[in-house]
């Protein structure tokens, strides 16, 4: 079973417009993390945004918002005021289990984004 | 720039070869991952290491090794490549035991020819 599902393969944007990026996970560990990254054609992973489990507060990075939906396991990419650099593919990410226990992230498999001038 | 530094960028090689792949972590960290990124497997786990230990395997082939000296950089060995090894192998770094964020290196695109 898919453990992070993105619905959207791709998604189209006008610049300063604002938009949303679906993730949804699946885990019956009560201790876990979200991740978003953002990889441009040139291929480097850039780390956006992280939300724990426990975290009362959806997660905010300057232009980057979290909306974190724990009873619809959703965690969903905010991007506010979209810029031509955003064009990239972005990766919603989870790691299972508490810090200090299992290591790894299981990525979706990522939304292509295009911001339109 | 995430402080992580792999190399090489690139990496053309035959089939039956063995490659080794750089990581140095971003100062302070301790833990390292390897991913492996193909267009048909997406984003792949391979293997965490912790201050020179191994911590996690995911998803690697007995054909990859790891591992992660006293200095931290960690070294990811490919042997008797096949043309489906060729993708982009990304290493990470994270300074907390626990992934709370974790930087990564700019990759490293193999392409097994």
């Known amino acids: 079973a898919q453990k992070i599902t993105q619905t959207q393969p791709g998604m189209f944007v006008q610049e300063k417009e604002a938009v949303t990026l679906d993730c949804t996970y699946d885990t019956s560990d009560p201790s876990y993390g979200l991740f978003w990254y953002k990889q441009p054609s040139s291929g480097e992973m850039i780390f956006l945004i992280y939300?724990?489990?426990?975290?009362?507060q959806n997660a905010t990075e300057g232009r980057y918002s979290l909306n974190f939906q724990k009873a619809r396991k959703s965690a969903n990419l905010v991007i506010s005021a979209s810029q031509l650099g955003d064009s990239a593919m972005y990766f919603c990410a989870m790691r299972e289990g508490p810090q200090g226990g299992s290591e790894k992230l299981v990525f979706g498999k990522g939304t292509k984004l295009t911001v339109n001038p | 720039d995430s402080g992580v530094t792999q190399t090489p960028k690139h990496l053309i090689t035959a089939t039956g070869q063995r490659v080794t792949l750089r990581c140095s972590p971003r100062?302070?960290?301790?833990?390292v991952y390897w991913y492996q990124q193909s267009l048909d497997q997406g984003l792949q786990f391979l293997i965490h290491y912790y201050n020179g230990e191994e911590r996690a395997k995911g998803n690697i082939l007995e054909r990859f090794s790891a591992q992660q000296f006293p200095d931290l950089h960690s070294e990811l060995n490919l042997s008797s490549l096949e043309l489906g090894d060729s993708a982009l192998y990304f290493c990470?770094?994270?300074?907390?035991?626990?992934?709370?964020?974790?930087?990564f290196g700019q990759g490293t695109r193999l392409t097994v020819v």
């Open positions: 990470a770094s994270s300074s907390t035991r626990g992934v709370t964020e974790a930087f």
């Open positions: 100062s302070g960290d301790l833990s």
């Open positions: 939300q724990g489990s426990y975290d009362q």
